[in-house]
């Protein structure tokens, strides 16, 4: 009882406290809270070693975790590559891990380090590739010896440099899926031109000729110790880590210094630049021009006016365009800066396609306040503070000042240039930002470029000025073989193309049977290479030139409809948008190429049939047979034992422009009395695209007229 009443004394007592101090604060207004100086910044700092050999080394100990981690950085990057190998850095970046060393191979680089949950990662920028490592303090000498071996004497195997060059030929087919993509690497390519090395972009054919020897002979000048910085931060002793890296890398002797290569900037002429892409609803807009240095004085000064203009939800464009004029769902920019070559003046905003122009123009009136309504004094204290309070946690590990110390000495920056940064913000005054404003921000001279599908934009583009289309046609790789598409079309029959077609017809069910078939519907799934979630299709045929595919997405049902008069597609949300041409055209060349449809014609004098030739495909010795009929052209490989078509072959326009397609065929399976594949591996430019499965086909089908009408277009919202 004693217990309880002291307790409650002690609460009674707290609350007679607390009260006075709470009516205290509700009585002081919030601009009268003094703030307290901000503390003074001194980042634990990382202990510098230099060789004899020119190896520079950084140790910083952090022994919160029993944990090593390290990066070497070697000078030499993308930027040095032969324009006509574009991609080869990249490709090094990854063999250089994947191709192991002489004494072990990738794969069991993998096993060493997974059951010691450690990793060894290699990569490449613009200008310098790396490799590093992060393990268990107790695991550090085995797998350091690892990261020595394959600094020091990689293999770079020709099997990885194969699936290297797979995936490099399957991002490339995939580069204009995207649109912010495509507008980042295209403004990218305004700003510094279009041949810069900044700029350059790996194609099928720079990426083919890459060669393991390239990757040796680039290893061979590049990685030496003079133009290499090591850092390393973890729970070790610096005295006993460097005796032991003075060890190991004392004795090895310098190579020749890495020069970096002199680049000129070109930028594109200022004006509008249009890349169409029909099948968005949104436009992504880029405004471009040269940027600056770190280095450059107005470095400061140009970090204050984007944290006012362009950076976070307070700023100018945020609040203007976004919030109150509800013109853009993202927006944003400034003045760019990179190390060693001027960044890039970019102002990016994403909105809907009805909005484009009326939203280029409300980023122009942002421009033109700068000049009627400068950036004012609050607005600068207010940068400032937001700079300055968020800066320490860019730096609040000691990991990630030793990275931050490593870019310096890469770069010949001062090494208290981190430490210099509060200081010279906090000196930043209006006549600064004015400054760097008149000096590098120009509406006249930005290149503004616009992703979008023209048909739904509120004005022409052309209103606002001249506009010069961007073509972002992916060019086609070389063919690694000439036989899989006919030199010349053949202009006849041939007995044996004939005869062979005849056997096809019958393994198929017969040529009456076929001819019977006017329309079919199939039910399939697809699902991509890689292994993603499978899609569910239903396509309806009504043969000759009637097509309706309808796709199961997250989203709802998106279908595609092709008839003689029309091509569209349509999805619930997004309307009815027409088919590109070039699109329609390929929709009707795949009915034509359908394996129902050309053997129904196989005595009608316009399809040709002409055999020539041999080819192994699955293990099975085929009949190469090359079908033609107008603008249709396929090649069959038939084995002609069974009378199957085990594989196609095909040009066609994929999702990036033209392309060599492949589809092998396997598990016949008879419905109705007609036998047809259910199987089908398609590849794209000879890397596998996607795998298709039949589970069900239905001939004739009683077909709703409706399915192939284009729908009223739905109304848009009032603006």
């Known amino acids: 009882m004693k217990r309880r009443l002291t307790i409650l004394a002690l609460i009674i007592g707290t609350c007679g406290i607390l009260k006075p101090l709470n009516a205290a604060a509700q009585a002081t207004d919030w601009q009268q809270v003094p703030i307290p100086a901000l503390h003074a910044f001194h980042p634990q ?29 070697v000078r030499g990057g993308s930027r040095s590559e032969p324009a006509n190998k574009a991609g080869m850095l990249d490709i090094y970046g990854d063999v250089w891990r994947t191709g192991g060393t002489k004494s072990q191979t990738g794969d069991q680089l993998d ?12 990569g490449s920028s613009a200008d310098s590739t790396s490799i590093s490592w992060s ?51 295209e403004a990218a390519k305004l700003a510094y031109g279009a041949d810069n090395p900044y700029t350059r972009q790996p194609e099928y054919a720079t990426v083919a000729a890459v060669t393991r020897q390239d990757l040796i002979d680039w290893h061979h000048a590049h990685v030496h110790p003079n133009n290499m910085i090591l850092g390393i931060a973890g729970d070790f002793d610096s005295a006993a880590m460097e005796a032991k890296l003075r060890q190991i890398f004392g004795g090895w002797a310098k190579g020749p210094a890495d020069t970096s290569p002199d680049i000129e900037f070109h930028p594109a002429k200022p004006g509008y630049y249009l890349i169409p892409k029909t099948d968005v609803n949104q436009s992504n807009i880029r405004m471009v021009e040269l940027g600056i240095r770190r280095d450059d004085p107005d470095y400061y000064a140009a970090q204050v006016f984007n944290d006012v203009f362009g950076n976070g939800f307070s700023s100018r464009l945020v609040q203007s365009i976004r919030t109150a004029k509800g013109l853009a769902y993202t927006v944003g920019g400034g003045i760019g800066s990179a190390f060693d070559h001027p960044g890039v003046v970019r102002l990016s905003m994403g909105t809907k396609s009805a909005s484009t122009v009326e939203a280029i123009q409300a980023l122009d009136e942002e421009l033109d306040k700068l000049k009627t309504h400068p950036i004012s004094d609050d607005e ?40 210099r940064f509060r200081s010279a913000v906090e000196k930043v005054q209006a006549a600064d930002v004015a400054r760097v404003v008149a000096k590098y921000v120009h509406k006249d001279q930005l290149a503004v470029l616009v992703v979008g599908n023209t048909a739904d934009f509120d004005k022409p583009l052309s209103t606002l000025g001249e506009v010069k289309n961007i073509d972002i ?9 000439k036989e899989e598409t006919p030199a010349a079309k053949p202009t006849a029959s041939n007995p044996e193309g004939k005869a062979l077609a005849a056997k096809v017809v019958e393994a198929l069910g017969g040529l009456p049977k076929l001819q019977s078939v006017n329309s079919l519907q199939a039910d399939l799934t697809e699902q991509d290479a890689q292994g993603g979630p499978p899609t569910t299709v239903q396509i309806t045929i009504a043969f000759p030139d009637r097509m309706h595919v309808q796709v199961q997405t997250p989203q709802g049902p998106f279908a595609i409809v092709v008839t003689p008069d029309a091509g569209f597609m349509s999805a619930a949300g997004m309307g009815v948008r027409d088919l590109p041409p070039p699109q329609k055209a390929e929709t009707v060349k795949q009915i034509h190429r359908d394996l129902v449809y050309i053997a129904q014609h196989l005595n009608d004098p316009a399809f040709i049939f002409a055999a020539g030739g041999t080819e192994t495909v ?21 084995d002609p034992k069974t009378g199957h078509v085990v594989q196609e072959a095909y040009e066609a326009v994929g999702r990036s422009g033209q392309m060599h397609g492949e589809t092998a065929l396997s598990d016949w399976k008879t419905t109705d009395g007609i036998t047809l594949p259910a199987l089908h ?36 919202p009032a603006q």
């Open 380 to 419: 600068i204290k207010r940068a400032k503070d937001s700079i300055l309070n968020s800066f320490v946690f860019n730096f609040d590990s000691p990991e990630k000042v030793l990275h931050e110390k490593m870019a310096y000495e890469f770069y010949g920056y001062p090494p208290d240039f981190l430490e």
């Open 45 to 73: 700092e990382p202990k510098r070693i230099e060789l004899p050999n020119g190896m520079v080394i950084f140790l910083q100990e952090d022994h919160e975790l029993p944990l090593i981690d390290g990066t070497a950085r």
């Open 473 to 481: 046609t992916i060019p086609p790789p070389p063919a690694e073989k």
């Open 135 to 185: 393990c268990l303090k107790g695991d550090f000498d085995d797998v350091f010896k690892v990261f020595t071996d394959l600094l020091r004497d990689p293999e770079f195997r020709a099997d990885k440099l194969d699936l290297a060059q797979k995936g490099m030929d399957d991002s490339i087919s995939r580069r204009n899926d995207e649109v912010g993509d495509i507008a980042g690497r």
């Open 618 to 638: 699955g293990g099975v010795e085929t009949r190469i047979v090359d079908v033609s009929a107008g603008d249709m052209a396929i090649r069959w490989f038939v």
């Open 681 to 716: 591996k398609n590849k794209e430019n000879g890397q596998d695209s996607s795998i298709v499965e039949f589970t069900r086909i239905q001939f004739n089908p009683a077909i709703d007229p409706k399915l192939f009408e284009k729908p009223a277009a739905e109304a848009k």
């Open 111 to 122: 096993d060493f380090l997974e059951v010691r949950a450690a990793k060894i990662e290699t």
